[in-house]
């Protein structure tokens, strides 16, 4: 949708699509403001991607009956509901972190 700054206007949310598929290069992190709209949505039950109830579906049935919008921000991105993804967060973090860097450098030297 439109930009201004890092404020993105959004027109619609694709849940879990497959790798290389995704209609944008954006993602939707797990951090909401939410209209109380978005709850009545939810209590519909309506079951979505792995047969569960999705909120982004809530949030997608509600796109162009009010406004949604997200934040672009700049950093870097790792698939958390993928093992290897989560572990490399899980890395990425700890290498950045001075207190247990030292720790998880000699720990994978060890291993390397």
Do not use: W
């Amino acid at each position: 949708g439109a930009r201004d700054g890092r404020l993105v206007e959004i027109e619609g949310l694709v849940e879990k699509p497959p790798q290389g598929s995704a209609p944008s290069n954006l993602m939707l992190p797990g951090r909401y403001i939410l209209q109380p709209e978005v709850m009545r949505a939810l209590d519909a039950k309506e079951k979505g991607a792995g047969g569960e109830i999705q909120l982004t579906d809530a949030m997608a049935r509600l796109i162009g009956t009010q406004s949604f919008h997200g934040y672009a921000f700049e950093g870097e991105r790792h698939d958390c509901g993928d093992k290897t993804g989560f572990v490399l967060a899980n890395l990425a973090l700890g290498l950045a972190d001075d207190a247990v860097a030292p720790a998880i450098r000699a720990f994978l030297a060890a291993r390397g």
